[in-house]
């Protein structure tokens, strides 16, 4: 008679403990253990206990292979979610471990394998062959490709999120914050609407101090002071919610026609527009892509958008600065060139227009279109092509969290037909899809990888680009343990040639998720090493720093509405000198969509309570001891980054900590 001892993890969020009976049966190459009911006295499988049980078997098992689990009905249903089981070998001082991280709904069996990454040609165990072609079988009738709308990333088959599975889904406390933080915004705001005027305009700028409320943030605060001057709006260009629009001017475009005297004033002393484009010093924000775009109605009045140019310079005493804005991508007479040396109000009212394009850039193409529909397309084909043994399956899991469900709610409730964006967004309704649509034409895998996008956009020398130095930083971090990581798994190019379920992964990524856009980039083939690592550097620093940098900041820069507004109310000025603060107040959002868009850009912004930082593991995918090495090393480098951080924004007044690794989400969950 052989006894194992077996140790059964239980989740440790809401519910995840059961009171129905759970039995278990060891699988090894010679045979299988008895059925055993898994039962100590007292209570088993509470949230977050670790129980421990004896399993005999009449005969030596041999190299164990699976652990079945089984849930039965007691009385009531009552899902379990199992962390993880561990089994001691009789006779030696060995424990293998099987990780599960998986919901058990109803009567079921679920058949977990020992914890050892292993790729196809690893597995040489026809019932082991056959259990990872069983799991990718059933994972792919459980996670289906859908085309949400033509023209954008296609995403998983589910109408809401109540339709993903619970392996899928939010904890129960998440949704429980998620669901009751939007209200209690929406809530707050509608006090502070009362108590002003519903619905109307309001008189002076100041007047938007009355909803700027308790739920504050330093940002927010010196967005406030400092949102009138230029040197401010440069630094937003560079380090704000949308850090990946500037781009180098070597030549003006022709049709911004802004000649060298227009700007002389702008300029250092001794310099021209003409030295300045040649020393390289001169940058360009290009919004042609919301050139025609179709705008909302909200409560029967149209709003307005603008297609601006801006013209930047770098000055060697006051930074980056905007010399000239052009509202409309047509130039002519009725729609001049904006000057500093403008009447201020006709100036400032430029950048707001400038502002408000970079609202609907920054949430629409930025945040979702680059961010959450790029990952969910990994996130569909990881599911359905990669068994749980495969290591690139356990590298990419904990980046994938809870990202199926956030973008079914954004879906839903935030880009619907009757979406938060409808209600107060000048892109809501038809407006937004078609932006989007008009981004997903021209977007190139290339664009993705930080280092391109930095030497593409002419960027790589601009002082004070914080997003830039953190995202390079991070960006060598991840590659450096993805790397590792790779080398663990795969000898040899020939190796990743070879692995059947990983090339069946990027054909789904590329010929299924990303299609319609035929000048992606992305193979449909992986070829060597170097490519695997960097596409998996890509989703990973994706779906981590690149959501950080484009999420995080959302209420500290646009909880000052006029800074970045939603929607405008009236048309862009024609005429620099009719520019009032009467005009201005009427073009502004109004209290109402105001105090919605302070509410929705502090419930997505905010740290979530529940947020796993970068390169921290609470599920633990890999057992062995060079993996956790790997990922050892890859924290003790963000730890050097979160300090180069920390010394560099020590005493600043305005502080970059949006890339600080502790501040980062291993996944994009909001």
Same mark, same amino acid.
């Given at each position: 008679?052989?006894?194992?001892?077996?140790?059964?993890?239980?989740?440790?969020?809401?519910?995840?403990?059961?009171? #129905?009976?759970?039995?278990?049966?060891?699988?090894?190459?010679?045979?299988?253990?008895?059925?055993?009911?898994?039962? #100590?006295?007292?209570?088993?499988?509470?949230?977050?206990?670790?129980?421990?049980?004896?399993?005999?078997?009449?005969?030596?098992?041999?190299?164990?292979?699976?652990?079945?689990l089984e849930k039965q009905r007691y009385w009531v249903e009552d899902n379990w979610f199992c962390r993880y089981v561990t089994v001691e070998l009789p006779g030696e001082d060995k424990v293998l471990t099987f990780p599960c991280y998986r919901w058990l709904i109803g009567d079921v069996k679920l058949e977990i394998r020992e914890g050892t990454a292993k790729t196809l040609k690893d597995d040489s165990s026809p019932l082991l062959l056959a259990h990872r072609k069983t799991e990718l079988q059933e994972r792919r009738n459980t996670y289906r490709w859908v085309t949400w709308a033509p023209g954008v990333p296609r995403c998983i088959d589910a109408k809401t999120e109540a339709d993903l599975p619970q392996d899928v889904r939010f904890d129960n406390e998440k949704r429980s914050d998620f669901e009751h933080s939007l209200q209690y915004a929406l809530l707050e705001l509608s006090l502070k609407k009362l108590a002003i005027r519903f619905g109307k305009s309001w008189n002076d700028l100041d007047d938007f101090k009355r909803i700027f409320w308790k739920l504050r943030s330093p940002i927010a605060e010196y967005s406030m002071e400092h949102w009138k001057e230029d040197w401010f709006f440069g630094y937003q260009c560079m380090n704000g919610s949308n850090p990946r629009m500037i781009q180098r001017c070597k030549k003006?475009?022709?049709?911004?026609?802004?000649?060298?005297?227009?700007?002389?004033?702008?300029?250092?002393?001794?310099? #021209?527009l003409d030295k300045e484009l040649k020393a390289g010093n001169i940058y360009l924000l290009d919004y042609a892509i919301m050139d025609g775009i179709p705008t909302n109605t909200i409560r029967g009045k149209p709003q307005y958008i603008a297609a601006p140019l801006c013209l930047l310079y770098q000055h060697p005493d006051d930074g980056l600065i905007p010399i000239a804005i052009q509202l409309e991508q047509t130039p002519g007479p009725d729609k001049p060139i904006f000057l500093p040396r403008d009447p201020p109000l006709a100036w400032l009212l430029a950048k707001m227009w400038v502002r408000h394009s970079e609202f609907q850039v920054f949430q629409l193409l930025s945040h979702l279109l680059r961010t959450h529909?790029?990952?969910?397309?990994?996130?569909?084909?990881?599911?359905?092509?990669?068994?749980?043994?495969?290591?690139?399956?356990?590298?990419?899991?904990?980046?994938?969290?809870?990202?199926?469900?956030?973008?079914?709610?954004?879906?839903?409730?935030?880009?619907?037909?009757?979406?938060?964006?409808?209600?107060?967004?000048?892109?809501?309704?038809?407006?937004?899809?078609?932006?989007?649509?008009?981004?997903?034409?021209?977007?190139?895998?290339?664009?993705?990888?930080?280092?391109?996008?930095?030497?593409?956009?002419?960027?790589?020398?601009?002082?004070?680009?914080?997003?830039?130095?953190?995202?390079?930083?991070?960006?060598?971090?991840?590659?450096?343990?993805?790397?590792?990581?790779?080398?663990?798994?795969?000898?040899?190019?020939?190796?990743?040639?070879?692995d059947l379920e990983l090339q069946a992964w990027i054909r789904d990524i590329?010929?299924?998720?990303?299609?319609?856009?035929?000048?992606?980039?992305?193979?449909?083939?992986?070829?060597?090493?170097?490519?695997?690592?960097?596409?998996?550097?890509?989703?990973?620093?994706?779906?981590?720093?690149?959501?950080?940098?484009?999420?995080?900041?959302?209420?500290?820069?646009?909880?000052?509405?006029? #800074?970045?507004?939603?929607?405008?109310?009236?048309?862009?000025?024609?005429?620099?000198?009719?520019?009032?603060?009467?005009?201005?107040?009427?073009?502004l959002p109004d209290v109402s969509q105001s105090c919605v868009q302070m509410a929705i850009t502090w419930h997505l912004g905010r740290a979530q309570p529940d947020a796993i930082p970068l390169g921290q593991y609470t599920e633990e995918y890999f057992t062995e001891g060079q993996a956790k090495e790997v990922i050892d090393r890859f924290r003790d480098e963000l730890k050097e980054i979160e300090g180069h951080i920390l010394n560099q924004n020590e005493g600043l007044e305005l502080q970059y900590l949006f890339l600080l690794p502790s501040r980062i989400e291993n996944s994009i969950t909001i």
């Open positions: 008679m052989e006894v194992y001892t077996v140790t059964v993890a239980t989740g440790t969020s809401e519910y995840s403990g059961t009171n #129905n009976y759970i039995f278990i049966t060891l699988v090894g190459e010679k045979g299988e253990s008895e059925r055993t009911l898994l039962d #100590n006295p007292g209570l088993d499988f509470c949230r977050g206990a670790v129980d421990q049980y004896k399993v005999t078997s009449p005969s030596p098992l041999g190299s164990l292979l699976l652990v079945r003006l475009p022709e049709n911004f026609p802004v000649s060298a005297d227009m700007v002389q004033s702008s300029m250092a002393p001794r310099t #021209n529909l790029v990952i969910e397309v990994f996130c569909v084909a990881t599911l359905r092509q990669l068994p749980a043994v495969h290591p690139i399956y356990k590298l990419l899991a904990p980046h994938l969290r809870y990202t199926l469900e956030i973008n079914c709610r954004g879906r839903t409730q935030l880009i619907s037909a009757d979406g938060i964006f409808k209600r107060v967004v000048s892109t809501g309704g038809d407006g937004l899809l078609i932006l989007a649509q008009r981004e997903y034409k021209v977007l190139t895998y290339r664009s993705l990888h930080p280092r391109n996008d930095f030497t593409d956009r002419g960027v790589s020398q601009l002082p004070s680009y914080f997003y830039r130095e953190h995202s390079l930083m991070l960006w060598d971090a991840i590659h450096s343990f993805v790397s590792g990581m790779v080398s663990l798994y795969y000898q040899s190019d020939q190796d990743v040639q070879e590329s010929q299924e998720g990303f299609t319609d856009i035929p000048n992606f980039g992305l193979s449909s083939k992986l070829s060597s090493r170097e490519e695997l690592c960097t596409l998996l550097s890509v989703a990973i620093f994706t779906s981590t720093a690149q959501h950080a940098a484009t999420n995080n900041g959302q209420f500290d820069w646009c909880a000052w509405v006029p #800074n970045t507004p939603c929607t405008m109310r009236h048309p862009p000025p024609t005429d620099k000198d009719a520019v009032t603060m009467e005009m201005i107040m009427a073009t």
